[in-house]
């Protein structure tokens, strides 16, 4: 069974630094293209960061690039996100997704973890 | 950036009617569509994906089409385990959540 495990999540202040964490199981973790996906409170969904099997290509929106770095260990069969210069519209709930590639650039994400909650408040 | 616009914004159905909702995109994405669905609390869920392919597990009476720039989620029958919001995402160039549909009963 596919498992997605989202932690690290938390209440922080602005300008500080958090980083998540996504423990994957049941599938071969090194196959895959990751994502995470946010979710503001009440608020709609926004991708936020993709990356390669290996790691070697990653991407961004706008919104965050140049502050939030996305990472992989494929040993550990983990997914990151290092979130610096935080600001408080990165309030939200962060989702870790698998992206399932199908077809030469087709995608969707198929499976998603449980969210991990990031506060940016002081 | 592309811009997509999902409307209505809320839709009020009865169960049993057929439901329509609507996923416009602010240039072509060639069909590089897909459909998720969030129930309260609960993480996103893949349900069409490239238009009109329904994902393994997903009821029938959930269906996908559209082309160029207007896309269509439909509901054949609605059930009440359908309420939800529903996004379309896009992937043509970029990627892009539309802001959702949340659909009550009536």
């Known amino acids: 069974e596919v498992q997605l495990v989202e932690s690290g999540g938390g209440l922080v202040q602005p300008g500080r630094s958090l980083k998540l964490s996504c423990a994957a199981s049941?599938?071969?973790?090194?196959?895959?293209?990751m994502a995470w996906v946010r979710q503001a409170p009440k608020k709609g969904l926004e991708w936020v960061a993709t990356i390669s099997t290996s790691g070697s290509r990653t991407y961004y929106p706008d919104s965050v690039k140049g502050r939030f770095t996305i990472s992989r260990d494929n040993a550990k069969s983990s997914l990151y996100l290092q979130m610096n210069s935080l600001k408080s519209e990165d309030t939200a709930t962060y989702y870790c997704?698998?992206?399932?590639?199908?077809?030469?650039?087709?995608?969707?994400?198929?499976?998603w973890g449980q969210g991990v909650m990031v506060t940016v408040s002081s | 950036d592309i811009q997509m616009t999902q409307s209505p914004s809320v839709l009020s159905a009865s169960v049993g009617d057929r439901v329509t909702l609507s996923c416009k995109a602010s240039q072509n994405i060639n069909k590089n569509l897909d459909w998720y669905q969030q129930k309260l609390g609960e993480a996103p869920k893949l349900l069409i994906y490239f238009t009109n392919n329904l994902q393994t597990g997903i009821p029938s009476r959930f269906s996908g089409s559209g082309s160029g720039t207007d896309y269509t989620l439909t509901i054949s029958s609605l059930q009440p385990e359908d309420v939800a919001t529903y996004y379309c995402?896009?992937?043509?160039?970029?990627?892009?959540f539309g802001a959702g549909t949340k659909l009550e009963l009536k």
């Open positions: 995402y896009q992937y043509n160039s970029g990627n892009t």
């Open positions: 997704a698998r992206r399932r590639d199908y077809y030469s650039g087709l995608y969707y994400f198929d499976y």
């Open positions: 049941g599938f071969t973790f090194s196959n895959y293209y």
